[in-house]
């Protein structure tokens, strides 16, 4: 292993024509045409395009901007489409499926290790000492079937507190002298502007992911590009959120055409963000995902689309964390409303209700069932406790 640097179902028919796919692209191998490079050649009406990899900052891993978020794969030959597509970048966690997602992604690059980079995650909860982290490592790494991960990130860190845990920056460089993990990194969800700016001050992290989007590029874009100056490579997530809150709205908002493309295309456009990870659990959404990333949104488009989710961006959440906190009775409204994501956006609804009833005890929104004043005001505008009295109605 390299050392560490610091520079749903399946139709026959579906598998029959992804089948012949992959013997497409195989021959296009055997002619000269490499795998690593090749973006499309989905339905033979397409040509295939070469789509320029991006270095994740000091690790100096080459990544395909498209990464799959593999939280929701269920099939590995979903997983192993994208690999052959040039998708070489995979997401997973300890606790993504209860572990299945590990166990589906190993199955998708059993004999191709070598061509993926692979990212898994640790939580900081109910872990204590770094021999906590270590067993939690070794035992993803045996989900994995893998000798070694790529990267492991902090998941959801959402406090300067989360960013300096000894433990946890003790068990990486156990693990990395024992040759079972190369990178460092650490994912955020809120309070994301202050986590980030404590992750540069820090010094030892290698990766980020966070959430960036064309709703929260104001807050996000002059902290991500302070964080790529320093050498820390960005992956993204929720790259599509802005377009899932204006579909999902009572009077759905107008957007432009191909609106989850543009949504793509444009984190893309920010060329301090190596990555961006997307929920892709069928054969159809990776391919659409790797033709999004064979393309590049025009100035034009760039402009009427973020005219489009600026005008739809009142009463959608940005995921900004500024109402962590605030909440008199305790309800964990910031990691609720990434619940609402994942049910509403994604279509998760399992992932989401596992999530939603895992939430300790008075942490839920039953509480606000009953609230005759809410404490919350949130910057942008979203009804707080109508969605929180929503949202338990659909998750408890």
Same mark, same amino acid.
């Given at each position: 292993?390299?050392?560490?640097?610091?520079?749903?179902?399946?139709?026959?028919?579906?598998?029959?024509?992804?089948?012949?796919?992959?013997?497409?692209?195989?021959?296009?191998?055997?002619?000269?045409?490499?795998?690593?490079?090749?973006?499309?050649?989905?339905?033979?009406?397409?040509?295939?395009?070469?789509?320029?990899?991006?270095?994740? *900052?000091?690790?100096?891993?080459?990544?395909?901007?498209?990464?799959?978020?593999?939280?929701?794969?269920?099939?590995?030959?979903?997983?192993?489409?994208?690999?052959?597509?040039?998708?070489?970048?995979?997401?997973?966690?300890?606790?993504?499926?209860?572990?299945?997602?590990?166990?589906?992604?190993?199955?998708?690059?059993?004999?191709?290790?070598?061509?993926?980079?692979?990212?898994?995650?640790?939580?900081?909860?109910?872990?204590?000492?770094?021999?906590?982290?270590?067993?939690?490592?070794?035992?993803?790494?045996?989900?994995?079937?893998?000798?070694?991960?790529?990267?492991?990130?902090?998941?959801?860190?959402?406090?300067?507190?989360?960013?300096?845990?000894?433990?946890?920056?003790?068990?990486?460089?156990?693990?990395?002298?024992?040759?079972?993990?190369?990178?460092?990194?650490?994912?955020?969800?809120?309070?994301?502007?202050?986590?980030?700016?404590?992750?540069?001050?820090? *010094?030892?992290?290698?990766?980020?992911?966070?959430?960036?989007?064309?709703?929260?590029?104001?807050?996000?874009?002059?902290?991500?590009?302070?964080?790529?100056?320093?050498?820390?490579?960005?992956?993204?997530?929720?790259?599509?959120?802005?377009?899932?809150?204006?579909?999902?709205?009572?009077?759905?908002?107008?957007?432009?055409?191909?609106?989850?493309?543009?949504?793509?295309?444009?984190?893309?456009? #920010?060329?301090?963000?190596?990555?961006?990870?997307?929920?892709?659990?069928?054969?159809?959404?990776?391919?659409?995902?790797?033709?999004?990333?064979?393309?590049?949104?025009?100035?034009? #488009?760039?402009?009427?689309?973020?005219?489009?989710?600026?005008?739809?961006?009142?009463?959608?959440?940005?995921?900004?964390?500024?109402?962590?906190?605030?909440?008199?009775?305790?309800?964990?409204?910031?990691?609720?409303?990434?619940?609402?994501?994942?049910?509403?956006?994604?279509?998760?609804?399992?992932?989401?209700?596992?999530?939603?009833?895992?939430?300790?005890?008075?942490?839920?929104?039953?509480?606000? *069932?009953?609230?005759?004043?809410?404490?919350?005001?949130?910057?942008?505008?979203?009804?707080?406790?109508?969605?929180?009295?929503?949202?338990?109605?659909?998750?408890?």
């Amino acid at each position: 292993m390299p050392r560490r640097r610091h520079t749903s179902d399946i139709t026959r028919r579906e598998f029959l024509r992804h089948a012949a796919v992959a013997a497409a692209m195989g021959a296009g191998v055997a002619g000269g045409v490499s795998a690593r490079q090749t973006a499309s050649a989905s339905t033979g009406e397409e040509e295939a395009a070469v789509v320029k990899r991006r270095t994740l *900052g000091r690790t100096g891993l080459e990544v395909f901007p498209l990464g799959l978020g593999a939280g929701g794969i269920r099939e590995a030959a979903v997983a192993r489409r994208a690999l052959d597509l040039g998708v070489n970048y995979f997401d997973t966690a300890e606790g993504y499926q209860e572990g299945n997602s590990e166990i589906t992604l190993g199955k998708a690059l059993k004999g191709r290790r070598d061509e993926a980079v692979v990212a898994t995650k640790w939580g900081w909860w109910e872990k204590e000492t770094a021999d906590d982290y270590v067993a939690a490592l070794d035992a993803s790494l045996k989900r994995l079937d893998m000798d070694y991960v790529d990267i492991i990130q902090i998941h959801a860190a959402s406090t300067r507190e989360h960013v300096a845990i000894e433990a946890a920056r003790e068990a990486f460089e156990r693990a990395h002298k024992a040759g079972k993990v190369r990178f460092n990194g650490i994912s955020i969800h809120e309070n994301q502007v202050e986590v980030v700016e404590a992750i540069i001050a820090q *010094g030892w992290y290698d990766e980020i992911l966070l959430v960036y989007n064309a709703g929260n590029a104001q807050q996000m874009k002059p902290v991500i590009r302070k964080a790529r100056e320093a050498g820390i490579g960005i992956v993204a997530m929720k790259g599509l959120a802005p377009v899932h809150e204006a579909m999902k709205a009572e009077e759905p908002r107008e957007l432009p055409d191909e609106p989850y493309r543009k949504a793509m295309q444009w984190v893309w456009k #920010d060329e301090n963000v190596a990555n961006l990870i997307v929920s892709m659990p069928t054969f159809d959404q990776v391919e659409e995902g790797v033709a999004a990333a064979r393309g590049e949104l025009t100035p034009a #488009d760039q402009k009427k689309f973020e005219e489009a989710i600026t005008q739809a961006s009142l009463g959608m959440c940005r995921m900004c964390g500024a109402c962590t906190g605030q909440c008199a009775k305790a309800v964990q409204v910031a990691d609720i409303m990434r619940y609402r994501l994942y049910h509403d956006g994604y279509g998760d609804r399992s992932r989401a209700v596992a999530l939603y009833r895992a939430l300790r005890p008075g942490a839920s929104a039953a509480a606000c *069932g009953d609230c005759t004043s809410c404490s919350i005001v949130c910057p942008w505008g979203v009804p707080v406790q109508e969605r929180m009295r929503d949202l338990h109605s659909r998750l408890a």
